[in-house]
């Protein structure tokens, strides 16, 4: 039973255009919602987050979209740059568990072409 | 300022052989996590601990498994038995303390079961 949906095993962008990752979920307890992203043999980072009483939460050149009706999220990424390239996981945070536990997607691998 | 460090990186281990794992979180947090991938999967949750408690072990396979984070010194997960299927990245994470914040993710241990 996936709780949290990523839907595109992979992505390819261009240089220089937006990078659009889409997340889905289907707990509506979820009321915290994180991007990570990952390198190869390297632990996820920590990229942004959106609380569910908020729509939109904007970082430089990343920002995320909370659609709650929808139970769909989407990070995007403007402009993409090489170093963007990774593994992109959405997490999500039931507001009924105690602590950080996190429920993951299985991951978006983006490329991002010069 | 180190952050969440797990050692050993790689890990092989026979059949029928156990396995520790090490996860040292970063300095001042006292909230540690313990999470598997599977090859083409996204992170699954297995234990949360507090220092001397496990305050959630619902991720954790009934078998074999175990997780401490002792007073003084790294948490451990420890795998008794290996099995094929044991074979993934372990990965640990730690934060502050509960509530709206990040947890912070180590760079994994790769264990393979030969």
């Known amino acids: 039973d996936q709780q949290v949906k990523q839907n595109s095993p992979s992505l390819s962008v261009q240089e220089g255009r937006i990078s659009i990752l889409n997340c889905d979920y289907t707990n509506s307890m979820f009321d915290y919602f994180l991007w990570y992203k990952k390198y190869p043999a390297e632990g996820p980072t920590f990229l942004i987050s959106?609380?569910?009483?908020?729509d939109k939460n904007e970082d430089g050149r990343f920002t995320v979209f909370l659609n709650k009706s929808a139970k769909h999220l989407s990070l995007h990424i403007v402009p993409s740059q090489p170093g963007d390239s990774a593994v992109y996981f959405c997490a999500a945070r039931d507001l009924m568990e105690y602590g950080n536990k996190l429920v993951f997607g299985a991951g978006t691998i983006l490329r991002v072409k010069s | 300022n180190a952050g969440v460090m797990q050692n050993p990186r790689h890990l092989v281990r026979r059949r029928g052989q156990e396995a520790r794992l090490r996860c040292s979180p970063m300095?001042?947090?006292?909230?540690v996590y313990w999470y598997r991938q599977l090859p083409e999967e996204g992170l699954k949750f297995m234990v949360y601990l507090q220092k001397e408690n496990i305050i959630d072990e619902s991720g954790m396979p009934k078998e074999r498994f175990s997780a401490e984070f002792p007073k003084e010194g790294p948490s451990i997960l420890r795998i008794q038995q290996v099995v094929r299927g044991d074979s993934a990245a372990y990965f640990c994470a730690s934060s502050l303390r509960t509530g709206r914040n990040e947890a912070f993710f180590g760079q994994g241990t790769r264990l393979t079961v030969v």
């Open positions: 959106i609380s569910s009483i908020k």
């Open positions: 300095k001042g947090h006292s909230h």
